[in-house]
């Protein structure tokens, strides 16, 4: 089936069916709606070879990975969530492996000079981040996941980081805990940036003193934090919770946690970012996870429909997508211990 035979079907124009189908805000939510269940129902698909035609290149988006430690757990299921979603519009996903910045600098002004690519996902960016003013300056369309601060506009989406954090460290002050570890991702990236920022925030508001000896940045593995908790439970005033920045950290945490003969929930408590994997689920821990929860797939679909639009024509300076994150309470997370429950621990 071709736009035209689906537009003719619906008595609406090819452009007002096009539009609806890469969810231009100026198509009514009905219509919009109406055209998706026809083209579902119909089976309806954009034609590809169309596509590279009209535009001059493949229908692909580009993925540049710093190395090989950047295919984890978390861009893993991510992977799996934007690929899904570009696989129903019969678009691929072309991924390349660099070894440092002036390699992915290279890869990036190769991809536009062949117009190998419709469009490249930027990832993990720092606060003023160089590599979207170049993609902008070699107009190489990009949805950035997460965000930077650059004058030129560009299309991105977010979760909530900062207030994430702020949460749940406000969450742990109510519950009486003054000494809060904050077990961080990579210095400088703007996702740690605003983590520390909302935990620093949760602190300031509650006049709680900001010891920089416990805030950790390392990578989300579960042998970083291990040894960063083990370090930190051996501290005159060690912590009595902690902020783990991923499930992966959470692990380590819990396995330094329990050499030190403390018991998870009741000596010391934990809140974990979840990026909700399938096969690590914090309901089903002993003892189960308190966690902000945002899932990682879900992000990843979502990016691949911001992809549509900004292909569609979309500007990308209405493209900004910040979504909200969940705070689960569970039984990782309890009131502070008593002095006397603390030595006894020990």
Request: with cysteine; hydrophobic share 40%.
């Amino acid at each position: 089936m071709r736009l035209k035979d689906l537009a003719e079907h619906l008595g609406l124009s090819q452009t007002t069916v096009s539009r609806a189908l890469n969810g231009y805000p100026e198509v009514n939510e009905a219509t919009r709606l109406r055209v998706m269940e026809t083209a579902d129902r119909l089976g309806y698909r954009p034609n590809a070879n169309a596509l590279r035609l009209a535009t001059g290149r493949a229908s692909t988006i580009g993925l540049v990975l710093r190395g090989s430690t950047e295919f984890g757990p978390h861009m893993t299921e991510f992977l799996a969530g934007i690929g899904t979603g570009l696989a129903h519009k019969e678009m691929d996903i072309l991924v390349s492996t660099v070894d440092n910045h002036e390699e992915e600098v290279a890869t990036y002004r190769r991809l536009a000079a062949s117009q190998s690519v419709n469009a490249v996902l930027l990832h993990s960016p720092t606060l003023h981040d160089d590599r979207a003013r170049l993609l902008t300056k070699l107009r190489l369309p990009f949805v950035l996941h997460g965000r930077t601060e650059i004058d030129e506009p560009h299309a991105w989406f977010d979760i909530d980081n900062q207030g994430a954090m702020e949460r749940a460290a406000s969450h742990l002050i109510d519950l009486g805990h003054r000494r809060i570890a904050l077990l961080n991702g990579i210095k400088g990236r703007t996702f740690a940036e605003h983590r520390e920022a909302g935990y620093c925030t949760a602190l300031m508001d509650r006049n709680v003193p900001i010891d920089r000896g416990l805030i950790a940045n390392s990578s989300f593995t579960d042998e970083a934090a291990f040894r960063i908790t083990q370090t930190m439970l051996e501290l005159p005033q060690p912590p009595t919770a902690f902020l783990a920045g991923s499930m992966m950290t959470a692990l380590g945490v819990f396995r330094a946690v329990r050499i030190a003969g403390l018991n998870l929930g009741e000596d010391v408590s934990m809140i974990a970012h979840d990026d909700v994997f399938p096969y690590l689920n914090a309901d089903n821990m002993v003892p189960s996870m308190s966690t902000t929860r945002s899932s990682m797939r879900s992000a990843g679909v979502r990016i691949a429909e911001l992809f549509q639009q900004l292909l569609a024509g979309k500007p990308v300076e209405s493209i900004h997508e910040l979504w909200p994150v969940d705070l689960v309470l569970r039984q990782s997370s309890g009131p502070a211990p008593t002095k006397t429950q603390a030595s006894t621990a020990k």
